[in-house]
Nanobody
């Protein structure tokens, strides 16, 4: 299973971006998905997560009310709508997915390559 993020870029404070994470491969099922971010010199942190059903979401306090996570299971794609962006949101954003590879019957925990988000003041 491969994860590919897109949608990052450079915006001014107060602007918006929408990140996408598309999962590809064959014969897999994804359970939980999440967005993480890592700023230079800082540890990777959870931004938001979403369960398979899409009904159970979790957000970091720093993004509550500004970011919205969603997923389209038919497309194996997860999104992160980011509004009212702040300079402190600047980071590399990573997609994470956990599930089962039905070819091997093994659990997987995969990361995307990351997409850069830069917010200027």
């Amino acid at each position: 299973v491969q994860l590919v993020e897109s949608g990052g870029g450079a915006v001014q404070a107060g602007g918006s971006l929408r990140l996408s994470c598309a999962a590809s491969g064959s014969r897999f099922s994804i359970s939980d998905m999440g967005w993480y971010r890592q700023a230079p010199g800082k540890q990777r942190e959870l931004v938001a997560s979403i369960a398979n059903s899409g009904g159970n979401t979790n957000y970091a306090d720093s993004v509550k009310g500004r970011f919205t996570i969603s997923r389209d299971n038919a497309k194996n794609t997860m999104y992160l709508q980011m509004n009212s962006l702040k300079p402190e949101d600047t980071a590399m954003y990573y997609c994470n997915a956990r599930g089962v590879d039905h070819r091997t019957s093994r659990f997987f925990d995969h990361w995307g390559q990351g997409t850069q988000v830069t917010v200027s003041s």
